[in-house]
């Protein structure tokens, strides 16, 4: 149990255009999720924090208007990189959690390899 | 500002050599979380320590949560090829327990 995917495992796409990356826990409902993002060779740096049916809080740094994340359902969240640059290629990360009491623990999904030609 | 220090950053061995990975912070967690990240997908849990003090072993990997809970240590006996990969401890701290803060990293190459 506690399976996370994610969706595309990797994407191409060109300067100035949107890539939309979805994240879902499989057989679990996720109160709260999260996204990373990995730089080669660096570790995961958190980029937000989401709930279901609420706005994303998002880390210091991290533009809100250019990330936009949306968590519709217990099940999906989703991460919307717009207007994208090469910058911003990197290896994008989410995970869940069931945020029951006591038991947070984050169960990541595959990651999602962005390049941005 | 990087709460959670690695060392070493990386680290190459041959088959059957011990290692030792250390995890300091000056700040104090509620838990501390150990992962192993192969290229190309998401970090694998390996351990939760959540007493300070408290060892942990899971088959060759011995895990140690510090006295006061601002650092860990993951210690390998006899790796092996298969323990190659991306090391990243992560901690939870005690006012916003849903957060992770990941470690820098260490990579383990192990050669046969």
């Known amino acids: 149990g506690a399976v996370v995917s994610q969706h595309p495992s990797w994407v191409i796409c060109k300067s100035g255009t949107s890539v939309k990356i979805e994240c879902r826990s499989l057989?679990?409902?996720?109160?709260?999720m999260f996204w990373y993002r990995q730089f080669p060779k660096q570790s995961l740096m958190l980029m937000a924090t989401?709930?279901?049916?609420?706005?994303?809080?998002?880390e210091q740094g991290v533009e809100k208007d250019k990330f936009l994340i949306n968590h519709a359902s217990l099940t999906l969240s989703t991460l919307t990189v717009t207007s994208a640059h090469p910058e911003d290629s990197s290896f994008y990360i989410c995970s869940a959690s069931r945020g029951t009491s006591g038991n947070n623990e984050q169960f990541f999904g595959p990651g999602t390899r962005l390049t941005v030609l | 500002t990087q709460l959670l220090e690695q060392s070493p950053q990386f680290l190459s061995i041959q088959e059957g050599e011990n290692l030792t990975v250390y995890c300091n912070s000056s700040?104090?967690?509620?838990?501390l979380q150990w992962y192993r990240q192969e290229p190309g997908e998401g970090p694998v849990l390996l351990v939760t320590?959540?007493?300070?003090?408290e060892v942990k072993k899971l088959k060759r990997l011995t895990f140690q949560f510090g006295d006061a809970r601002k650092d860990s240590s993951l210690h390998i006996t006899a790796a092996q090829p298969g323990d190659t990969g991306l090391y990243l401890c992560?901690?939870?701290?005690?006012?916003?327990?849903?957060?992770?803060?990941f470690g820098t990293g260490t990579r383990l190459q192990v050669f046969p």
């Open positions: 057989d679990f409902q996720a109160t709260t």
């Open positions: 989401s709930n279901e049916g609420s706005k994303a809080t998002y």
């Open positions: 320590v959540v007493t300070g003090g």
């Open positions: 992560a901690g939870q701290q005690f006012y916003n327990t849903d957060k992770l803060i």
């Open positions: 700040s104090v967690f509620s838990s």
